[in-house]
């Protein structure tokens, strides 16, 4: 079992930063790659970042690329979004998610892939 405790959203002005993290606890955190998903009222889940469990590789959104960027510190078992240039549009409940990945290939892009969620952070853009 892995549990995931996101933390780092808030109210921000258009244009602003925030970081998100997402602690992680109970099983060996470097066996995991880790993505952030997002979640708007009314909307799908999508897609954000994700990152390979040894933090070399990474995937990104079209509608962030260029934006956002996902860390992971494994000795601290913590999963990081940085949050740039942020648009009304990027307001949303924000999840991170784990996938063990030894052994075995996903689609990081797909939530479905995914083993564990956090309880999420909302982020709020205003315009």
């Known amino acids: 079992q892995v549990q995931l405790v996101e933390s780092g959203g808030g109210l921000v002005q258009a244009g602003g930063s925030l970081r998100l993290s997402c602690a992680a606890s109970?099983?060996?955190?470097?066996?995991?790659?880790m993505g952030w998903f997002r979640q708007a009222p009314g909307k799908e889940r999508e897609f954000v970042a994700s990152?390979?469990?040894?933090?070399?590789?990474?995937i990104y959104a079209d509608s962030v690329k260029g934006r956002f960027t996902i860390s992971r510190d494994n000795a601290k078992s913590t999963v990081y979004l940085q949050m740039n240039v942020l648009k009304p549009e990027d307001t949303a409940v924000y999840h991170c998610?784990?996938?063990?990945?030894?052994?075995?290939?996903?689609?990081?892009?797909?939530?479905?892939?995914?083993?564990?969620w956090g309880q999420g952070t909302q982020v709020t853009v205003s315009s």
């Open positions: 998610a784990a996938a063990y990945t030894v052994s075995r290939a996903i689609d990081p892009v797909n939530g479905a892939a995914y083993d564990y």
């Open positions: 990152i390979h469990r040894s933090g070399g590789s990474t």
């Open positions: 109970g099983r060996t955190f470097s066996s995991y790659a």
